[in-house]
């Protein structure tokens, strides 16, 4: 039987994503986050076989993350409060977790899926499934809604309100997540486009 691993994959990927945070992901080496977490690389290693595989699997757990508030405000029974909650998770969240948006932004699944290892492959592939499930059905409850205008209202809006705040390194104003939820509220609910 093997020894228990000492660090948990968690831990291993918060000293990953804080070295992505402080100096960007060429920071992010399996040698530094060992050093952070007083370990040798060998439990790194164990744990992600390399470092491409350790920076996909911090990138799905953000996107995982984020995406726990999206399907919960698209839930929402009433359609004008899931367009405001749905709206306001995407640039809240980003404000509440500027290291976590700004790996995201950097990166889209059309173009991980070529670079990470095919291990990811399946995981990469259906990441995004829920999301897209909740838009078409948000979509739906929406009479006459197109699919391209409640994703413009509640995924392009909000990034594009948060986007240069989180690329800056820059906290994101309480104003941009109102104006993202203002804007897409007027986006879904206007009758004459």
Known sequence: MGRPAKFAADQILDAAAAL??????????????????????GSVYHRYG??????????????????????????????ARAVR??????AGWAAEHPDEARLLLAHNV???RERWPSELGEELEGLNTAVASALRDLAARLPGQ??????????????????????????VPASAVRLAETAALAVVLESDL
């Open 20 to 41: 992505a945070a402080e100096g960007g992901h060429e920071a992010v080496t399996v040698t530094a986050i060992a050093a952070r977490l007083g370990a040798p690389s």
């Open 50 to 79: 390399s470092r491409d595989l350790l920076l996909a699997h911090l990138w799905i757990r953000a996107v995982r993350r984020f995406q726990e508030g999206f399907l919960l405000a698209a839930r929402e029974p009433d359609l």
């Open 85 to 90: 909650a749905a709206a306001s998770h995407v």
């Open 110 to 112: 059309a173009e991980l």
């Open 146 to 171: 197109a699919l391209e205008r409640v994703t413009f209202a509640l995924v392009d809006v909000p990034v594009a309100a948060v986007r240069r705040h989180v690329l800056a390194g820059r906290p």
